[in-house]
């Protein structure tokens, strides 16, 4: 059975900090692109970061410089470093995992709720 638990979401204080993880079970993890993406409310939803198995990583242009994805394939989990956090970094944030080999496979998280208020 495929699991992605997202955990490490909260409610932060502009330019606080926050590190989400997803920890995942079911899968072949290091075959995997691993992407963080998130919905704020009344917007569509929208890719943060993303990591492969060889970690290449592509970021937002919203979130460079204060965002940082990682894995850690022995561990089959996926992080999230988030700082300098600001008020339009609310929003729920959900993991990802992709792999195209012949046909796409996808698998989502419930999301974690990440709040950016003073």
């Known amino acids: 059975q495929v699991q992605l638990v997202e955990s490490g979401g909260g409610l932060v204080q502009p330019g606080g900090s926050l590190r989400l993880s997803c920890a995942t079970s079911g899968f072949t993890f290091s075959l995997y692109v691993m992407r963080w993406y998130r919905q704020a409310p009344g917007k569509e939803r929208e890719l943060v970061a993303g990591?492969?198995?060889?970690?290449?990583?592509t970021y937002a242009d919203s979130v460079k410089g204060r965002f940082t994805i990682s894995r850690d394939n022995a561990k089959n989990t996926v992080y999230l470093q988030m700082n300098s956090l600001k008020p339009e970094d609310t929003a729920v944030y959900y993991c990802?995992?992709?792999?195209?080999?012949?046909?796409?496979?996808?698998?989502w998280g419930q999301g974690t709720q990440v709040t950016v208020s003073s």
């Open positions: 990802n995992a992709v792999r195209t080999f012949y046909t796409t496979t996808s698998y």
């Open positions: 990591i492969t198995g060889g970690t290449t990583i």
